[in-house]
């Protein structure tokens, strides 16, 4: 059992989407394809082109806003309100997560490369709006996103974590590497596992996961 590994936390840090609720959502289908438009209109490029825009500066550049930003020099704000503008429909209420993240020692806190109101929004609909200290979007990073190391080193300077008494969790594994180096404890939440060094344990079952901290 994992829980003497995790006795030293004081601070869990959870990812969002696809780690607080579950990947059958399918949340970021209707993300990527609002990103897809937002390309094609604000580029002018077709939707062939912008699709595989997306996809290349997610993969080299972290987030497709981070490409955005850094090839084009859009603003974040307008984009980031626009590609969340989601329907949240298929979220549901999970009580049993509620209950086992309000079990765990010391301060919860959410972190993701989407934006703030966005990641309260989900929340919300997951009945976990209570459950959280403090929630960091990529606003909080100054725009910079997972996995840049620099990025994580903002937000946590921002909250005051130790990162020797912190854990992390999260669905993207390379979104653990600088976590890992940084002192975390990591947690890959995903149905398929993916050994790396900077992996402590995978998970394909949050909830059952931080029961067994308690």
Known sequence: MPAPLF??????VFDLDNT????????????????T?????????????????RRAYWATHGTTLAGLMREHGIDPEGYLHEVHDIDLSPLTPDPGLAAALAALPGRRIVYTNGSAPYARRVLAARGLQDAFDAVYGVEHAGYRPKPE?????TVFATDGLDPARAAMFEDDARNLAAPHAMGLRTVHVAEVPAPAPHIHHHTDDLTGFLRALA
């Open 149 to 153: 190391a620099a990025a994580f080193a």
């Open 37 to 53: 438009d937002w390309v094609m209109r604000e580029l002018s490029v077709s939707r062939e082109q912008a699709d595989r825009l």
């Open 20 to 35: 607080l609720y579950p990947p059958r959502a399918r949340l970021f289908d209707q993300i990527e394809q609002r990103m």
């Open 7 to 12: 006795r030293h936390v004081a601070t869990w």
